[in-house]
């Protein structure tokens, strides 16, 4: 089993940047492909962006591509999520989650999930 955590979430002007990070213990991470997810008030948890266990293999969702990086460092056990050219629309609390099968952006796939950090883009 993996424990993930969530960090780097925080209020941010439309336009503005966020990074946010997850830490893994328990397992190595580079045993599980991570996916970032995302969840707002009233509404359904939605895929963010995935990536694979060598680093090589991402997806995205088609409202975050171009603006939204996912990254691992399978060396420091964690993952990233690069943030550029917020909106407001993006605010949401933010998940990431662990799968020990293949890449896939259904959240029901994911063994094992953090807590969540809120982003907040608002002026």
């Known amino acids: 089993q993996v424990h993930v955590v969530e960090s780097g979430g925080g209020l941010v002007q439309p336009g503005g940047s966020l990074t946010l990070s997850c830490a893994a213990s328990?397992?190595?991470?580079?045993?599980?492909?991570v996916g970032w997810f995302r969840q707002a008030p009233g509404k359904e948890r939605e895929f963010v962006a995935t990536?694979?266990?060598?680093?090589?293999?991402?997806a995205y969702a088609a409202n975050v591509k171009g603006r939204f990086t996912i990254s691992r460092d399978n060396t420091k056990n964690t993952a990233s999520l690069q943030m550029i050219s917020l909106r407001p629309e993006d605010t949401a609390v933010y998940y990431c989650?662990?799968?020990?099968?293949?890449?896939?952006?259904?959240?029901?796939?994911?063994?094992?999930w953090g807590q969540g950090t809120q982003v907040t883009v608002s002026s």
């Open positions: 989650a662990a799968d020990k099968g293949i890449l896939s952006t259904q959240a029901g796939t994911y063994d094992y």
């Open positions: 328990g397992r190595v991470l580079s045993n599980f492909v």
């Open positions: 990536i694979d266990r060598s680093g090589l293999g991402t």
